[in-house]
């Protein structure tokens, strides 16, 4: 795989080594067992795969490119390049400047941009409508397109797909960037509707299978589709896709769901007229360290912790795999490890932020599970690391 130029301060060389190790003994990627840091008083287990993945790095290298050629012209990106707080900071801090916010409200005025400045795509992509405000004004945007292959590809999959007339049902969160962006792009083409998780991939389901009426379906989803779309028309054959960053299992849940409803339908004969497989569209990354997270739980342990920004989707849902195993952390840093006695701790689902009093249990050696998001540098898993050890040796 491509290797990218990112800043010194993301590495970690001590991580980068324990990668490199698992990497030469497992180059298929078939061992998903963690890797094991051990000093006197703790042992860390560390997922086999975790942090930066393609799309991050390839968004930060292009990103200080930027940075780099813009001579003097403004650089503003669509909203936060990835959800990482530290990453966003340093890009504000080089002088890059947000125009909208994580909800797509507006910071800036795209009325006060001008044809020279330079306008970044974040990782997720961004909307149609977007990039043709962009266009109106004049920006080349896509000369610092930082939108990730991989989300790409669901978009390019889907085309093929809408192009022989299917809908494209997309698991996604409505106010996520990725979403909102890949719905966009869909919609120019095909009929596509959002869905948020397999609840509401089920109402679909009761809505084909007459177990619910149109105006219960048009109700529940009047948020998720175009104009045009019509659900008396446009639910007979569907392929399912997502945010590349959702649960995988989830998304695989979906489609199995969907292509069932669909055999009662329409019957097996003919299901690859009404059903297309998209199971090539699933991004790498997500499936690779959600299933790390899988094994990382069979280890015992004290407690795990999931390193990574609040807002980060694919580590949101990594804190949601190890919740159902064991006691589990969400930090952003080593900043939020406040004591011996004190953690700052994110809900994954409200977001809600609280201390946590006596999360470290008094035996030693304690054991650890580590594991962090797509978006957070290996420096803050190794701050972590170094500062749990040196609260635990005194
Ligand atoms: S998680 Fe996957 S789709 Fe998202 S940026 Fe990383 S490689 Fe790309």
Excluded at 40 to 49: D, E
Excluded at 151 to 177: A, D, M
């Amino acid at each position: 795989m491509k290797k990218f130029k990112i800043p010194q301060n993301y590495k970690s060389s001590i991580l980068a080594n324990l990668k490199a190790q698992k990497k030469q003994a497992d180059p298929l990627k078939k061992d998903f067992s963690p890797s094991i840091l051990e000093y006197k008083n703790i042992t860390f287990y560390l997922a086999r795969h975790f942090g930066f993945c393609y799309g991050v790095e390839n968004a930060i290298e292009i990103a200080f490119k930027a940075i780099e050629e813009a001579q003097g012209k403004n650089i503003y990106l669509i909203s936060e390049m990835i959800h990482n707080p530290q990453v966003n900071k340093d890009l504000n801090a080089y002088g890059i400047r947000f125009l909208q916010n994580t909800y797509g409200d507006n910071l800036i005025p795209f009325e006060n941009l001008k044809p020279d400045d330079i306008v970044i795509i974040p990782a997720f992509g961004t909307t149609l409508e977007t990039e043709k405000k962009l266009s109106d004004i004049g920006v080349q945007f896509k000369t610092y397109n930082t939108t990730c292959p991989f989300v790409e590809k669901v978009w390019n999959r889907s085309y093929q797909i809408g192009k022989k007339g299917f809908t494209l049902l997309i698991h996604g969160k409505p106010q996520h960037e990725e979403t909102k962006a890949t719905f966009s792009h869909i919609k120019e083409h095909s009929n596509c509707l959002i869905v948020k998780d397999i609840n509401e991939a089920k109402a679909i389901g009761d809505y084909i299978l007459n177990k619910i009426s149109l105006e219960q379906i048009q109700f529940l989803f009047k948020d998720r589709i175009d104009g045009t779309f019509d659900f008396k028309k446009h639910l007979t054959k569907i392929g399912v896709v997502n945010q590349t960053t959702q649960l995988a299992f989830e998304t695989h849940a979906i489609a199995t769901y969907i292509k069932k409803v669909l055999i009662e339908k329409f019957g097996e004969t003919h299901i690859n007229d009404h059903f297309a497989d998209t199971k090539d569209t699933l991004c790498y990354a997500t499936n690779d360290n959600q299933n790390a997270v899988q094994e990382l739980i069979k280890y015992k342990a004290d407690f795990s912790l999931v390193i990574g920004g609040a807002k980060s989707s694919n580590t949101s849902h990594l804190v949601e795999l190890c919740e159902q195993a064991i006691k589990t952390y969400f930090i952003e840093s080593e900043l939020d490890i406040i004591s011996k006695t004190q953690i700052k701790h994110t809900d994954w689902l409200t977001k809600e932020t609280n201390l946590i009093d006596n999360y470290l249990p008094p035996h030693r050696p304690l054991k650890v599970l580590i594991t962090s998001g797509a978006s957070c540098p290996d420096k803050i898993v190794e701050n972590v690391i170094n500062k749990l050890r040196e609260i635990t040796e005194n």
